[in-house]
């Protein structure tokens, strides 16, 4: 694959400058804007299975997936096919629409969950899914877990994931509130622990837990780069129940991504609640939450929990989920291949950082995977704390070594990457040789 353009020559460098002129930072999402790996953002012209191609027409292997959605590959016919015949017959109506009803069947069947309500992102999903905690339990607090990212809702933004990780002044893991415009008053509702850590957790509910409406978690962590929960973590985790307080899933990121279940059904978890996003709107903006039907019964209109959105049940991004969802169901074996492939992709670059003499630590679960650069064991990252020692400098490198030979990962350390169905032997391949000549650039 060919290098990219340079910054003085390149149409995305032109677009980024216009961008700036007119957006913060030039992007609509912090981490867009590779302030932690330097360079240019490449903007995007189109994507087809498991590549994107930029506005200068260089074509990237792509670990991204739009975050997570895309885990049929972009573009795919399925989805598109419902996305237009869904735009046929308008692209919102302010009024129900069958389809929304459609896929709350097929998300309560897979899942579990006895009511959902739609929304149209992962921040409205677990911002609503707090206030019907509050509403429900009469409560004020809750709990949060260092490096796990529940969207930008004001009472979220404590220690939050990899998009302040990698764009804060200073020190990894800004003191509450780690967002300027978030009331100290408001924040110190938030309680924050670290994540994998029992003892903690069971030492707070034991003392303020009838004080607590809900603790809300990702059940594997993805903000922080990928994190796995240990089994006695998720042992805590359900005794916060017997506290009456409830338990919340933040599945925006691995929910359909681990398996039909997602993390809750790959993990055995028993959650109140459950948020979801990405893959349930097949790439369109959408977001749920749902769970047992006691709690959700306190959302309005039948219940006293207000919340409401114009776009919610979009019928467009329904279309897309239905078809999405669908696709999965109809392929039990996916999520199988898709661990066997990612399971190859860590151990390439585990032996490429090798032959380069790169310190890496890797992570991985299902089609879930981040790349540490520091020296421990793989697998050994669990808190925040642990991924926090990570050489950024050293990924940056790296990172830019991947993008100039044609491969697209996630331009921050602290974040994971997603693979998909579209991705095969001749990605992998590809993606391995990259690697390797990638590490051997890194100063290490």
């Given amino acids: 694959m060919s290098s990219t353009p340079s910054f003085s020559t390149s149409r995305s460098g032109a677009l980024f400058e216009r961008a700036k002129a007119v957006m913060p930072g030039g992007v609509n999402s912090p981490v867009r804007a590779f302030r932690s790996v330097g360079g240019v953002p490449r903007f995007i012209a189109s994507a087809q299975g498991a590549y994107l191609t930029d506005a200068d027409g260089q074509r990237y292997i792509d670990y991204i997936g739009s975050w997570g959605p895309m885990i049929l590959g972009h573009d795919h016919p399925a989805v598109r096919e419902a996305v237009a015949g869904a735009l046929g017959s308008g692209t919102s ?12 069947e097929l998300v309560t069947r897979l899942t579990g969950a006895e009511r959902v309500r739609f929304v149209s992102s992962g921040t409205e999903a677990t911002m609503s899914a707090l206030r019907l905690a509050r509403g429900f339990t009469g409560r004020k607090y809750i709990v949060k877990f260092r490096g796990n990212y529940h969207g930008h809702a004001d009472g979220l933004l404590v220690e939050a994931g990899s998009g302040l990780m990698t764009n804060a002044e200073g020190a990894l893991g800004a003191a509450a509130p780690s967002s300027a415009g978030v009331p100290e008053e408001y924040a110190a509702l938030t309680l924050v622990l670290d994540y994998n850590d029992p003892a903690a957790l069971d030492a707070l509910m034991g003392s303020r837990g009838q004080d607590i409406a809900a603790v809300i978690f990702e059940p594997v962590v993805g903000n922080a780069g990928v994190l796995i929960p240990t089994p006695e973590f998720l042992a805590a985790l359900h005794r916060v129940r017997d506290h009456g307080t409830l338990l919340i899933a933040d599945e925006v ?75 999965l169901e109809a392929r039990p074996g996916l999520y199988a291949e898709l661990g066997e492939y990612t399971a190859r992709l860590a151990t390439g670059l585990r032996e490429a950082a090798e032959a380069a003499g790169v310190p890496v630590s890797i992570n991985r679960l299902g089609s879930m995977l981040t790349v540490f650069f520091q020296d421990a064991p793989d697998g050994s990252v669990a808190r925040y704390a642990d991924a926090a020692r990570s050489d950024t400098a050293a990924f940056a490198a790296w990172f830019q070594g991947m993008l100039a030979r044609g491969v697209y990962w996630a331009p921050s350390q602290f974040e994971s990457i997603f693979t998909s169905a579209a991705h095969g032997d001749a990605e992998l391949n590809a993606t391995l040789q990259a690697a390797a000549q990638a590490f051997q650039g890194v100063q290490s």
Avoid: H
């Avoid at 302010?94 to 929304?100: H, L, Y």
């Avoid at 809750?264 to 903006?285: E, F, N, S, V, Y």
């Avoid at 959302?299 to 991004?317: E, F, K």
């Fill in 93 to 104: 109506f302010g009024a129900p629409n069958e389809r929304e009803v459609e896929l709350a």
């Fill in 253 to 327: 990121m691995t929910g359909f991504r681990l398996s039909l279940n997602g993390a809750t059904g790959l993990l055995g978890l028993r959650p109140d609640l459950r948020c979801w996003g990405k893959i349930i709107g097949g790439g369109l903006p959408v977001g749920a939450y749902g769970g047992r039907a006691e709690v959700m019964e306190f959302v309005s209109p039948q219940g006293p929990v207000y919340q409401a959105g114009t776009l919610s049940g979009n019928p467009l991004a329904m279309a897309a989920g239905l078809a999405t969802l669908r696709e």
